[in-house]
Each structure stands twice: as C-alpha cells, then as structure tokens.
C-alpha cells in the first residue's frame, strides 16, 4: 500500500510552486513594461550595442516566465532549476556591483542605497534585494541538486541521462 | 584494475548529477529563447530587435555621473542639466517654461510643450496643451508632433525630469526628423517639478493626490 507524500515531498512542491510563482510574477512585470526593463538594463553601462541591448531586455523577462511554467508544471524540474540559478546568480552579481559602484561614489552606507535593479519590483534596498536572491538562488540550488519537487509534476524529467541506468 | 570500479563508479555518479540537468537546462534555455522571441512579437508592449532606442550620443560626463543616474536624487536636476547641455540641448529651470507657458504665443502654436513620458502617465496629466511623444514609440506621433514642432519658434520638450532621460531622446527623434536643434529646449525638472509646484495640469487634479504615483515612469 503506497503511504501518502513525505514531508520532503511536500516542501519540495511548496519550493518549486513558490520559486514558479515568484519568478513568474517578476518576468510579467517586466514583460509588462519593457522600455522600462530596457532602460534599467542600459544603466548598468555594460552593454553599449543596441542588438544586444534590445535582445538581453526581450529574451530575459520571457525566459524567466517560460521558466516559471515549467517549475509550476513541474517539467525538466533539475534543468530548470540550474538555469535559473544560473541567471540569478548573474543578476546578483551585476545588482551588486552596481550597488558597489553607488556605494564608492555616493559614500553611503551599503544598505541605505535604493535603486531600480531593473528586477521589476521598482525601487528596492540594495540589501533586500540582495537577500532575496540569495533564497532564490538557495531553493533552485535545493531543486536542482536534490530529487525534491517531483511531486505532481508533468514530467520532472525531460532527459533522462544517458548514464542513468 | 580494481581501483578503477570505485573511480568509475563515482565518475558516473558525477555525470548523473551534473550532465542530465546541464543538458537539460540548455535545452529549457533553447525552448525558452524560442518562446522569448514568439511572445515579444505577439506582446503588444514588444520591442523591435534592431532599434537604436537611445539615439542620443552619450553624455560627456561619464564615470561617477553615469552611475549616479540611478542613486537618489542628490543634486538631480545638476547632473541633468550638465547631461542636457553636454548634448548640445538647451536645459530650461522652470521659471523659463513657466514664463513660455504664459506666454500668448503658445496658444497660437508658436511655442509647443511636447510631453516624452508614456501614454497612461501622460493620460493621467501634463502640462496643458503639451502633445505627447513617446520616444520609444514614435511611429504613433510622430507626423503631427514634427508639423506642430516645425510650426513653432520654441519647443520645450520634458519627461519627469532629474535621472529621466527620455526627454533629450525625444529632442534626438525631432531634430532627426528635421526640427533645427536650435529651436528645442528640454525643461530639466520636469513634469514632477511642474506638479510639485503647483502649475496647472490638464485634465485638471481633483484632489491632493500622491505626486509619486502621478508622474509614472
């Protein structure tokens, strides 16, 4: 008789449906607006050719939503879960460089800087943002290391490796 | 030999872990670049991949300033002014647009206040009489806001004012499209500046409402 999910199973469900709702939400808001995403991404000074410009404030708001499906619908959970860290990671350093920058030129202490990271929540502490990241970054590493969020999901995996049996 | 079953079996292990998710997140990633590209073009709101949405040659003073673009409004509207006028443009306070606002030849066309914010901010108000330009979105505008530009002897062309620098974008768009830059002028506080000293707006307020929510981006 097969007993009812774990308490594991359960957590790991409530992360994946959680990180799914929070990233999409970030990704529409963004897709929402995307001159103004466009604008947030050109304050960084990074990025000067427009292609590539327009391209990275197109691409990075749907990425996000089509991620966010997938966690929500729970298909290729694990690859998932590596992308998104992957780009969390990468905003993280940016918004913290940038907030570093803020910090040497205006001489104000680091967690009283408030800027639009271009997150799509508007004008944020630099810190809040930071550690909201940080749980980000945190429950996509979880998923994607662990075999937690297979709980009612479509198709947790979508390739199988190739030396998995 | 027999050492190598362990070393075997754990490089498998690691391939496990590592290689079925990697393969797997660069295919959500090709899927997902795919579906970027669907969405944005069917997306009302869609960006078009190949404009040069800021057209405006980059401010001399880079560096510090450039990052002070997104830190709080410390000497805002000085930065702005020296950003204004390293492009070449006119930087107005606002004793100037208020003096061309009252002027009687912006009622018959020879001075125009173009408004470079968005449609649903703009909606919500603007100086009275400004036509709006949406430097982004051009196409929408553009042929009534050139004929009335190339009208007038003045054009005062603002957005929110301080960090904002849609303003100088939409001067770029006009002097492009023929407009002498000489006539263009960009009002460095604006429309929050305008709000906040209790100019007239159109439509007209109702009541004390929170300036934040109005100016928009």
């Given at each position: 008789?097969?007993?009812?999910?774990?308490?594991?199973?359960?957590?790991?469900?409530?992360?994946?449906?959680?990180?799914?709702?929070?990233?999409?939400?970030?990704?529409?808001?963004?897709?929402?607006?995307?001159?103004?995403?466009?604008?947030?991404?050109?304050?960084?000074?990074?990025?000067?050719?427009?292609?590539?410009l327009n391209a990275t404030a197109i691409l990075l708001p749907w990425l996000e939503v089509f991620s966010a499906l997938l966690l929500l619908l729970g298909i290729a959970v694990r690859g998932?879960?590596?992308?998104?860290?992957?780009?969390?990671?990468?905003?993280?350093?940016?918004?913290?460089?940038?907030?570093?920058?803020?910090?040497?030129?205006?001489?104000?202490?680091?967690?009283?800087?408030?800027?639009?990271?271009?997150?799509?929540?508007?004008?944020?502490?630099?810190?809040?943002?930071?550690?909201?990241?940080?749980?980000?970054?945190?429950?996509?590493?979880?998923?994607?290391?662990?075999?937690?969020?297979?709980?009612?999901?479509?198709?947790?995996?979508?390739?199988?490796?190739?030396?998995?049996? | 030999?027999?050492?190598?079953?362990?070393?075997?079996?754990?490089?498998?292990?690691?391939?496990?872990?590592?290689?079925?998710?990697?393969?797997?997140?660069?295919?959500?990633?090709?899927?997902?670049?795919?579906?970027?590209?669907?969405?944005?073009?069917?997306?009302?709101?869609?960006?078009?991949?190949?404009?040069?949405?800021?057209?405006?040659?980059?401010?001399?003073?880079?560096?510090?300033?450039?990052?002070?673009?997104?830190?709080?409004?410390?000497?805002?509207?000085?930065?702005?002014?020296?950003?204004?006028?390293?492009?070449?443009?006119?930087?107005?306070?606002?004793?100037?647009?208020?003096?061309?606002?009252?002027?009687?030849?912006?009622?018959?066309?020879?001075?125009?206040?173009?408004?470079?914010?968005?449609?649903?901010?703009?909606?919500?108000?603007?100086?009275?009489?400004?036509?709006?330009?949406?430097?982004?979105?051009?196409?929408?505008?553009?042929?009534?806001?050139?004929?009335?530009?190339?009208?007038?002897?003045?054009?005062?062309?603002?957005?929110?004012?301080?960090?904002?620098?849609?303003?100088?974008?939409?001067?770029?768009?006009?002097?492009?499209?023929?407009?002498?830059?000489?006539?263009?002028?960009?009002?460095v506080g604006g429309f929050t500046e305008w709000l906040e000293r209790g100019q007239p707006v159109e439509p007209p307020r109702t009541g004390p409402e929170r300036i934040d929510k109005e100016?928009?981006?």
């Amino acid at each position: 008789m097969k007993s009812g999910p774990t308490y594991i199973e359960l957590l790991g469900l409530g992360v994946r449906w959680f990180l799914g709702l929070w990233v999409g939400w970030l990704g529409l808001l963004k897709a929402w607006d995307p001159v103004l995403f466009l604008k947030a991404v050109r304050q960084y000074g990074l990025i000067d050719t427009p292609w590539v410009l327009n391209a990275t404030a197109i691409l990075l708001p749907w990425l996000e939503v089509f991620s966010a499906l997938l966690l929500l619908l729970g298909i290729a959970v694990r690859g998932t879960a590596w992308l998104l860290a992957g780009m969390l990671v990468g905003f993280t350093v940016l918004v913290g460089w940038h907030g570093w920058q803020l910090h040497v030129a205006h001489q104000m202490p680091f967690c009283a800087i408030r800027f639009d990271c271009g997150c799509g929540t508007g004008e944020i502490h630099l810190c809040t943002k930071l550690a909201e990241n940080a749980v980000l970054i945190g429950s996509a590493l979880w998923l994607g290391t662990g075999r937690a969020g297979q709980l009612w999901s479509v198709r947790y995996h979508l390739v199988r490796s190739c030396v998995s049996t | 030999m027999l050492d190598s079953v362990p070393d075997k079996h754990i490089s498998k292990r690691w391939a496990k872990l590592v290689f079925g998710p990697a393969l797997e997140a660069g295919l959500v990633l090709l899927v997902g670049i795919g579906f970027a590209v669907l969405a944005n073009s069917l997306s009302p709101f869609g960006l078009q991949w190949s404009r040069n949405y800021f057209p405006t040659p980059p401010a001399t003073s880079e560096g510090p300033d450039r990052v002070s673009t997104a830190a709080p409004r410390v000497n805002a509207q000085a930065e702005a002014k020296a950003r204004i006028e390293s492009r070449g443009y006119a930087a107005w306070t606002f004793e100037r647009a208020a003096e061309a606002f009252r002027d009687p030849l912006r009622l018959s066309g020879q001075i125009v206040f173009v408004d470079a914010r968005a449609e649903i901010p703009y909606r919500r108000g603007h100086i009275p009489g400004a036509l709006q330009f949406d430097p982004y979105r051009p196409d929408h505008q553009l042929l009534e806001v050139v004929a009335a530009c190339l009208r007038a002897m003045r054009v005062i062309v603002y957005c929110t004012g301080g960090a904002c620098e849609d303003a100088e974008l939409a001067a770029a768009l006009l002097e492009q499209a023929g407009v002498p830059k000489s006539r263009l002028a960009i009002y460095v506080g604006g429309f929050t500046e305008w709000l906040e000293r209790g100019q007239p707006v159109e439509p007209p307020r109702t009541g004390p409402e929170r300036i934040d929510k109005e100016v928009g981006p």
